[in-house]
């Protein structure tokens, strides 16, 4: 299948998988490496040890999140790292191989996004955020109020699950690690990229800042007592 995908002329090869440090992902990622000259993906980690695991085994860039995306429950099993701290501690190792972070979910808001950037991460994943739109792939639907609306699935849900079994793929359904839910069509892709690069050009305007690269280097990050964050919580 990877030959399959080398002749096509992919850009990149990812290997994802819940807990990317392990034996098996080790012999994938060593013997991809071998055979094709390709960039190679590989997740996911929410430590700096399990980056340098990654990166000494040949990935060029690391997939980082484990229990922080929207639809993901995996902390509930006590797994896992805040987001900003994962890819703080990612970025540092990977700045030893010369290798790339990519932060995977986790961001509610474009707020959540600049952190993100600042804090390290080379690239950004976000499912939330276009789940909602008019494209994505989820079908449409209508609740009870009439509002068009999509379902949104942890890849580790109850009713992910249940699909997998349908299709033979799965045995039987373990503890799930994700929830589904209902999430409100808030209108098209252009429309959801247009209030994120709105958001990210305010906050480089209170910052200073003139560019991405910018951002990284001078954006500041701090520790907020929960009474901050509450005070930051809008209130209407």
């Not at 998988?17 to 929410?46: D, H, M, W, Y």
């Not at 501690?89 to 993100?116: H, L, Q, R």
């Not at 079994?165 to 589904?180: F, K, Q, S």
Request: a positive charge.
């Amino acid at each position: 299948e990877v030959e399959a995908q080398a002749e096509k002329g992919i850009a990149a090869l990812l290997i994802d998988t819940a807990r990317a440090c392990s034996v098996n992902t080790e012999e994938a990622v060593r013997q991809i490496k071998k055979r094709f000259k390709l960039p190679l993906i590989v997740g996911n980690v929410s430590t700096a040890l399990g980056a340098k695991y990654l990166f000494e085994w040949g990935a060029d860039a690391v997939k980082v999140n484990q229990g922080r995306g929207h639809v993901c429950r995996t902390s509930e099993i006590g797994v896992g790292t805040p987001q900003i701290t994962a890819i703080a501690e990612c970025k540092a190792i990977a700045e030893k191989y010369g290798g790339s972070v990519i932060g995977d979910g986790g961001m509610k808001s474009p707020g959540d996004m600049v952190k993100a950037l600042i804090a390290g991460a080379d690239v950004l994943m976000t499912g939330y955020h276009f789940i909602r739109t008019r494209e994505s792939a989820a079908p449409l639907q209508f609740n009870k109020d009439g509002l068009p609306i999509k379902i949104y699935e942890g890849s580790a849900s109850f009713a992910a699950q249940a699909k997998r079994i349908d299709t033979g793929t799965l045995d039987r359904i373990r503890r799930p690690e994700g929830v589904a839910e209902e999430v409100v069509v808030t209108g098209t892709v252009a429309e959801e990229l247009e209030d994120i690069l709105n958001g990210f050009r305010s906050a480089m305007s209170y910052l200073g800042v003139r560019s991405l690269a910018e951002l990284r280097t001078k954006g500041v990050l701090k520790l907020q007592t929960p009474a901050g964050h509450f005070e930051g919580i809008k209130k209407a």
